[in-house]
């Protein structure tokens, strides 16, 4: 099975602009669930997609956001960039059937710096 | 509000010793906890504990889980230089969602 993947790699963005980092989980994954990582805070919740449906959203404001389609392939946006977005950004999926094991797969990651 | 401590942040042993990392955690509606090592990527999972005073072994490294003092350790024995990483903790609360709260990880590195 292909892992979970993340694009772009990436991306170099000025502040006040907008970004979208894109999520394609494993094959049979319905719930994906995005992290920002800085050497700072370490591994931080954003929030967590299951059936196209926002199910918990972490401590972050209101310029991000996420969808999830009928694929279940994810989308995260960042609206207004600070320098302080300038992080990491995981996303990891989960198969959350009958016998799960709750384990979370991640992607490789999408290096975002905001300049 | 969800916690997770990690101790120690760092180690830095020679090739051979064994190490033991330290996990505390205080979340509501406890479900599980899961240990990710991260190297220079994604992390990549190494257990998952339910059940208080079950080992979970593989290879050189184990990990334990007590559910009454609310932490957990992971032992890696004989270490060798490719141990070398970031392991982090994650207890797994799901009430309606699924939610890992990461501690900030103890980074260890093996010297030759």
């Known amino acids: 099975k292909a892992g979970v993947t993340q694009t772009p790699r990436y991306l170099i963005k000025t502040r006040g602009q907008q970004v979208t980092l894109s999520c394609s989980p494993i094959?049979?994954?319905?719930?994906v669930s995005w992290y920002q990582q800085t050497p700072g805070q370490g591994l931080q919740f954003l929030f967590e997609?299951?059936?196209?449906?926002?199910?918990n959203k972490g401590n972050f404001p209101g310029r991000f956001s996420g969808r999830q389609f009928s694929n279940s392939r994810s989308e995260m946006n960042v609206s207004t960039l600070e320098l302080g977005d300038s992080a990491l950004y995981l996303c990891?999926?989960?198969?959350?059937?009958?016998?799960?094991?709750?384990?979370?797969?991640f992607g490789p990651g999408t290096r975002l710096t905001v300049t | 509000e969800d916690k997770v401590v990690q101790s120690p942040l760092s180690l830095v042993v020679h090739e051979g010793d064994t190490v033991t990392l330290n996990c505390s955690y205080e979340?509501?509606?406890?479900?599980?906890l899961l240990w990710y090592k991260q190297e220079k990527k994604a992390p990549t999972f190494l257990f998952m504990l339910?059940?208080?005073?079950i080992e979970k072994k593989s290879g050189r490294l184990s990990s334990i889980l007590d559910k009454k003092e609310l932490f957990s350790i992971l032992n890696i024995t004989a270490t060798q230089t490719g141990d070398s990483a970031i392991y982090l903790c994650?207890?797994?609360?799901?009430?309606?969602?699924?939610?890992?709260?990461f501690g900030k990880g103890t980074k260890l590195s093996v010297i030759p």
């Open positions: 990891a999926s989960s198969f959350l059937g009958p016998g799960t094991t709750y384990e979370q797969y």
């Open positions: 094959s049979g994954h319905r719930s």
């Open positions: 997609y299951f059936s196209e449906t926002q199910r």
């Open positions: 979340v509501t509606n406890f479900r599980s």
């Open positions: 339910t059940s208080s005073g």
């Open positions: 994650a207890p797994y609360s799901g009430a309606g969602s699924y939610q890992l709260t």
